[in-house]
T-cell receptor, first 110, second 110 residues
Framework: DADVTQTPRNRITKTGKRIMLECSQT?????MYWYRQDPGLGLRLIYY???????NKGEISDGYSVSRQAQAKFSLSLESAIPNQTALYFC?????????FGPGTRLTVL | KQEVTQIPAALSVPEGENLVLNCSFT??????LQWFRQDPGKGLTSLLL?????REQTSGRLNASLDKSSGRSTLYIAASQPGDSATYLC?????????FGKGTRLHILP
């Protein structure tokens, strides 16, 4: 089984809808991250969490929120999706030094 | 503000050739540098991690070097194969913030 899993893998939604992307990990890491990837812009950090009680904004947090339900679970929400949030979203975990990525969620907002 | 640059953005080479991918960063005070591989539409796979105290790391046909003083890292791929075709990203870690380059898209010609 994969160490970092993301659900759903693909999602098409409409403008204004609330969307939740989920991430689970079995690596036992405290640190978890959400990134989005856009062509030409690379990977950008949305939110990160160093433990269950710690949540930090990244470079592009506007329009997003997160919840760290447990050490192994970190979810990303789009409260009211808009078309420019169409992107590939990645969850990652870290043991302080090395990052491990999930397979990604391709989100399309129409 | 840390900036990470990867040049060239794209590279095509014949199979069997040795090649070098470049990564430069503006702030030399980093904890470590990590090289990733990404296949189209897929997640990131960690290739090599170099701690700030190290000069290089090797894994199979891959060798990564780090020169903190000049803000540069290289990824050397020996005897390239068509299966090496992918996008290669470098990321630097400083103060628990990980900044990615935009990647080099590598195409190995059979």
């Amino acid at each position: 089984d994969a160490d970092v899993t993301q659900t759903p893998r693909n999602r098409i939604t409409k403008t204004g809808k609330r969307i939740m992307l989920e991430c689970s990990q079995t690596k036992g890491h405290d640190r978890m991250y959400w990134y989005r990837q856009d062509p030409g812009l690379g990977l950008r950090l949305i939110y990160y969490s160093f433990d269950v009680k710690d949540i930090n904004k990244g470079e592009i947090s506007d329009g997003y929120s997160v919840s760290r339900q447990a050490q192994a679970k970190f979810s990303l929400s789009l409260e009211s999706a808009i078309p420019n949030q169409t992107a590939l979203y990645f969850c990652a975990t870290s043991d302080v030094w090395e990052q491990f990525f999930g397979p990604g969620t391709r989100l399309t907002v129409l | 503000k840390q900036e990470v640059t990867q040049i060239p953005a794209a590279l095509s080479v014949p199979e069997g050739e040795n090649l070098v991918l470049n990564c430069s960063f503006t702030d030399s005070a980093i904890y470590n540098l990590q090289w990733f591989r990404q296949d189209p539409g897929k997640g990131l796979t960690s290739l090599l991690l170099i701690q700030s105290s190290q000069r290089e790391q090797t894994s199979g046909r891959l060798n990564a070097s780090l020169d903190k003083s000049s803000g540069r890292s290289t990824l050397y791929i020996a005897a390239s194969q068509p299966g090496d075709s992918a996008t290669y990203l470098c990321a630097v870690n400083r103060d628990d913030k990980i900044i990615f380059g935009k990647g080099t898209r590598l195409h190995i010609l059979p």
